[in-house]
């Protein structure tokens, strides 16, 4: 490349110029890694990054100008012609557009067919994808206006994707006869709700009176399909596909201001439109997004040792999905459902929850907005022994979002309306059914979350840092510094967010605003949280080679060990949307039937007093962040020139962690929380803890005839009682009162992971072992292999209970548990996608009381990926420097089905299936030509 050209003639030459461009350039890596400590840079710089992988020649710009201080004196008059004449080279080739393209294509032509969970020789769904893209770059010259060449320079990109993705899904839907009402096959003992609230009930028998169905619930059934597959589970297998495209332009500007001077500008645009399809076709949702990213940089020789680094960054990113209704039918209205949303960008069809089917979700339409400035100046100075760096960022974010969370409402039909009570008013076992729920249309609980849909977030960020890498003996080196980050919670423009002031004991709630007084914390801020300021992070690292003697004279050790420590400052942005869309500026709920308050689909949502608290969530308003502690230990031995294997120990401990409580549920029975003029909440606090260990050993073999691998084996554990944190749905805290009863595997645990990646040449060719002249030359030389095998162990689930016996939870957050009675986990040989975990390791906890499962008792589906490309370069050109690459790329060559999910809610049928898999095996073709 001609950066890396122009690199090597600076050195050879030894001038001072040459000098501060390889130390500039060596401490501005050392910068950029101290910027990269700054969370969330890696997103800003995304799309410069992306661009840059795309066209190596963009880095020609930095290194050419430093030509221009060369100073040559003294030597042989051939000796500086000679040297002159391959400088004169060297600006021939950095001061040369350089252009490429790259064409990738795949087709389902070529795939695999998807593996079918209930399905005999499934169809192959048809699917193409398509990536275009365009680089140019070098010296900017504009005719006779201006010249840059040896001090600007500039690269472009584009990049263009089309395709269709394939839309695989299984679902759970009633039968024909089901629909009507009619649950004779199923046996089941049905009971009429309004002969007896309080129980006992009469029956239905298996057949609901057709002047029973609710009016709303019938219409509903328009959107869920009818069964195309045999069978009472995953009878609906949903096969097509959807369009997706994007388009990204890059450019980037070089230019050599002084010998001292550096300025660097980009710009990076992205444009991104999707369809999304959910369980049922009817519900699907369009989206579209933009992105921009612009960044401003100077970099300042101050001396030859002191390097200042200055940068502007800023980014403005905006999305919008609506769903097929937005705007146009305004479905749960016409049905006669009401206390929704009717606001015409909500119309839709409501959420509806079902233990024993698929649920109906309909997406909500959402529009963001978000953008971030960020000011940084980092400074490095060197020492024969020290390098320092010192850094400032300022940071300022706007969130901007118009969305109603629950505009239409969700409604959860569990079976308990229909089931038989007892005496004291407890569903009995074996009763009950929650389509027939709905088909009556009586739903267990409702939530609803609307009417101030914009919400305009504004926040500052301040982040210092120093660093100091120590050489304190050619052998040994430290690393030590310490950083400072501090986040604001983000404020809403027109301070419309509310937060619950709670007493300690949790007897009384109160809505408090921004600005105002509460009789249990005093005064809030106008964030409604309070700023943590006591983020200060440590960094400590040594790197140490001891002298090598005896046996390890020929196989020298290296021994290096580390501590960091991190603070989760983006948690902010996650409990300011909780706030929003809150009384007294939203209509907010969240309610349980009751005798006295029978909820139905039609009036899920009644009045109630002026004086009832409806706040759905609350936020600790002393809300301290959480940390992670990382350290590590790790041993490496040089075992050959080309080989080395490494050992390694690695921990963390999180501490503060997020934890989600439920403290005002209501009970089973309906009767109300220890709040009484209060309805259910969430409580996001702090307070967990996590802890993870692991073991780590590699094997790294650097090129060497024509070969490269390494592999990497982690046998690891993590344990936490956060039930939020590691992705996926919150989970409320399912005791209250005890906490201990959360601490369980993470959701993210794996337990056994291994990764093998290689490169090898094949021996034919120039300068090979075979064929290196002539046709078989030509033919079967510049050839490449590489891939990669990945196995893991499967993450953890844990046994849930929805429906038929009470939801202690009162609110749901999917934190009721089961009774473990034995060991969940089966061997290989007895797994199968129908029946993959030991089902009759749980029962149904008694009415009125916790499941004493731990969290995530039920290893899930491992995985298995072996990925293969076969690659060839051919020069051409009479200076043999224009290159074309042809790739074939092969993904799960094995095509091995690897499953995704588990249905673990005990009482539904699908318990114990797995729910999904991911793409068997696909192949893609690339095209890359340089000029």
Known sequence: MPGGMGQIFIQMMGGPGGQQGGRGQQQGQGQRQGQGQAQGQRTAQGGQQSGQREQGTQGGGQGAPANQQVVVGGGAPGGMEALWGMQRLLRQQVNRIRFGFYERYGNSAFDAKPYSLTQVNPPKIDTWRQRFGVNVGGPLVLGKLYNGKDKTFFFLNYDMARGRDPVDTFATVPLPEEREGNFTARGLQLFDPLSNIGGPRTSFGSVIPQNRLNAASVGLLEFIPLPNLPGLVQNFHL???????????????????????????????????????????????????????????????????????????????????????????NIAGDLGI?????????????????????????????????????????????????????????????????????????????????????ATGEPVPGTGWDFADFLIGLPQTTTQRFGSPSTYFRNWGFVLFFQDDWRLHPRFSINWGIRYEILTPPVEKFNRIANLDLNSDFTKAVTVIPGQIGPFHGVFPRALVRTDKNNWAPRFAIAWKPAAKGWFTKRPLTVRAGYSMFYNTSIYTQLMFGMANQPPFAQAQARITRASQLLTLQDGFPPVPSSTVQNTVAVDPDYQLGNAQIWNASLEMQATQSTVVTLTYTGTKGTHLDRLRAPNRASSSGAPGQIPNALGFTLDTFGANSIYNALQASLTRRMARGLMFMTHYTY??????????????????????????????????????????YFYELPFGERKKWARKGWTARAFGSWQMSGGVTVSSGTPFTARVLGGTPDNSGTGGFSQRANQIGDPNLSSSDRDPLHFFNTSAFILPPAGQFGNAARNTITGPGSFQMNFALNRGIRFGKDGQRRMDLRWEVNNLTNTPNFTGLSTVVNSTTFG???????????????????
């Not at 300025?263 to 989206?287: C, D, I, T």
């Open 338 to 422: 009401t206390g929704i949303s009717t606001d015409p960008i909500n119309f839709g069809v409501p959420q509806i929850g079902l233990t024993n089917f698929s649920g109906v979700n309909d997406p909500v339409p959402a529009l963001r907005r978000n953008q971030t400035l960020r000011l940084m100046d980092n400074l490095s100075y060197s020492l024969p022994k020290h390098t320092l760096r010192a850094g400032i960022e300022l940071r300022r974010q706007q969130i901007n979002t118009r969305t109603d969370p629950t505009p239409r409402g969700s409604f959860n039909f569990t079976g308990v309306q229909t089931s038989q009570l007892t």
């Open 239 to 329: 096969q097509t596909n959807v369009p997706t495209s994007s388009d990204r332009f890059n450019v980037r500007i070089v230019h050599t201001i002084s010998p001292k001077l550096n300025f660097q500008a980009n710009y990076n645009l992205s444009e991104s439109r999707s369809k999304a399809v959910q369980a049922f076709p009817e519900l699907f949702s369009r989206a579209n997004g933009r992105g921009q990213n612009v960044m401003l940089g100077l970099t300042q020789t101050l001396t030859r040792r002191l390097i200042n680094d200055s940068r502007v960054m800023f980014n403005r990113n905006r999305s919008r999905s609506l769903n097929a209704f937005a705007f146009r039918d």
């Open 716 to 757: 690891g554990k993590s344990i936490d009682d956060a039930s939020t944190i590691g992705g996926g749905a919150q989970v409320v805290v399912q005791d209250d009162h005890n906490f201990r009863a959360e601490r369980g595997l993470s959701s993210f645990d794996v337990r056994h992971s291994l990764r093998t990646t």
């Open 913 to 931: 299936r797995v729910s999904g898999t991911r793409p068997m095996r696909t192949m893609e073709f690339q095209m890359r030509v340089n000029f």
